[in-house]
Structures are given as structure tokens and as C-alpha cells.
């Protein structure tokens, strides 16, 4: 194996780096910032700034989620456990949306909460399917 890192090694070094003690811890992290994410999503997605709206929850998830999604992939190939994440990181958005502290409504049916769901969850599957088609060429 090399000596730079991990971003930088081969594909076939990153499968032998996946079998180790790190890969349950590093997917639990990555698995905690997805959940993270989606509440940060939630929280930063109905924001008006002079009276315009600008969902910043909404582009940070659909910058973050997919990279999420592409390092568990990394780590484990498997489409159930890349997609950690993003099952995360749609439980808490779902959760958030139904109970919030306090009795308020976090998630208002308005075209910011569509977006959050729509660019979360399409920007989550792509990633995945990114993992995917490197496991299918890599095989």
C-alpha cells in the first residue's frame, strides 16, 4: 500500500484498506453525518433573507449527501450499506417533518421542503449508483 492518502489510492487498494477494524467505525461516522445532515437540511432550508427565500439546506445537501454516499462506497461496495447515509440522512428529515421540539413545523409544505426531499434524494441515489456502476465494472 501507499503511503499518501486514502483519496488518492488505487481502487484495488481502497477494497484491501475496506476490511479492517475502521471500515464499521468509518461507516458509523459517515452513517452519524448523514443524520446530521438532515437536520441541519431541515433547520437551514426555510430561510429568508429580506424576504426572499434561500434554502442553504438544501444546497449544502445536495453538495455533502452525494459525497457521503461515495465515501461509505469506498468502504463497503454493497448497495445497503453505501446507502447508510442516505437512509440516515432521509430518517431524520422524515422524522423532523412529522415530530419537531416544541410542536412546530419544521418541514412546511412549501417548494424549499420539496426541493430539500427532491435534491437529497435524487443527489443520494445517484452517488449510489455511482458506487454501483464501479462495483459492476470493477467485478
Known sequence: MSAGPPWTAAPEEVERRGSGVLTPLGLALLTLDGALLGAFGVGFTPIFVAGV??????LFTVLVLPWLVLRAGELDRRPGVAG???????L???????VAPGGDVMVPLWWQSGALLLGGVATGLWALRQVQDEESGSG
Do not use: I, K, Q, R
Not at 427565500?53 to 438544501?58: E, L, R, T
Not at 447508510?84 to 432521509?90: I, N, R, S, T
Not at 431524520?92 to 412529522?98: D, H, K, Q, R, T
Open 53 to 58: 427565500p434561500v434554502p442553504m439546506g438544501v
Open 84 to 90: 447508510l447515509p442516505l437512509v440516515a440522512w432521509f
Open 92 to 98: 431524520v428529515v422524515a422524522v423532523l417533518a412529522v
